[in-house]
């Protein structure tokens, strides 16, 4: 019964010792962000630092494009890391002709992504043909997307395209 007893006491002291050996430390640590906690790429930092030949859409608004600290006004087409002025002015003028680089452009981008503007907008059936026949996959959301998931699928090292119509323009 001594024992017992001997023990009983001793349980509040071996507990507490416990409690502080397995105390986290006091030092806040900032919680990762949902993206960052389910990302597959978690080596990849989204914001700042990519490779200097690599294109990366920085900003966007109503009548142009930030890439790479410049600013560009009016359309862009976009094919690997390769940006170029393109002539469409809104989602309607886009036709198998303004996307006739396809036809040449090797390697073949896996997807082509087309930016509609401020809103998303069906593609045109021909347009949508021309675009399967030449190998690739066609994505049509609005232009702040598009360049998004393009900065995304370029960043991961794929070949894909981007068509984007300035956000401010209406068809």
């Known amino acids: 019964m001594a024992a017992r007893q001997k023990a009983v006491a001793a349980l509040p002291t071996l507990?507490?010792?416990l409690r502080k050996e397995a105390a986290p430390p006091r030092h806040q640590t900032a919680l990762p962000s949902l993206r960052r906690a389910f990302s597959l790429y978690d080596q990849i930092n989204l914001i700042d630092n990519f490779p200097d030949d690599q294109l990366r859409f920085q900003g966007f608004d109503n009548t142009g494009f930030k890439v790479n600290g410049v600013r560009y006004e009016g359309s862009l087409l976009c094919v690997g890391n390769l940006l170029m002025s393109w002539t469409p002015k809104s989602?309607?003028?886009?036709?198998?002709?303004?996307?006739?680089?396809?036809?040449t452009v090797r390697p073949?981008?896996?997807?082509?992504?087309?930016?509609?503007?401020?809103?998303i907008q069906?593609?045109?059936p021909e347009v949508?043909?021309?675009?399967?026949?030449?190998?690739m996959k066609i994505e049509a959301v609005d232009s702040r997307n598009a360049a998004s998931t393009y900065n995304i699928l370029n960043e991961e090292g794929r070949i894909v395209a981007a068509a984007l119509i300035p956000y401010g323009a209406t068809s």
């Open 15 to 17: 507990m507490r010792a």
């Open 91 to 103: 989602f309607s003028e886009i036709t198998v002709e303004s996307l006739s680089i396809f036809k």
């Open 108 to 119: 073949i981008p896996e997807i082509l992504i087309i930016g509609c503007g401020r809103d």
């Open 122 to 124: 069906p593609v045109k």
């Open 128 to 135: 949508r043909s021309f675009i399967r026949s030449a190998g």
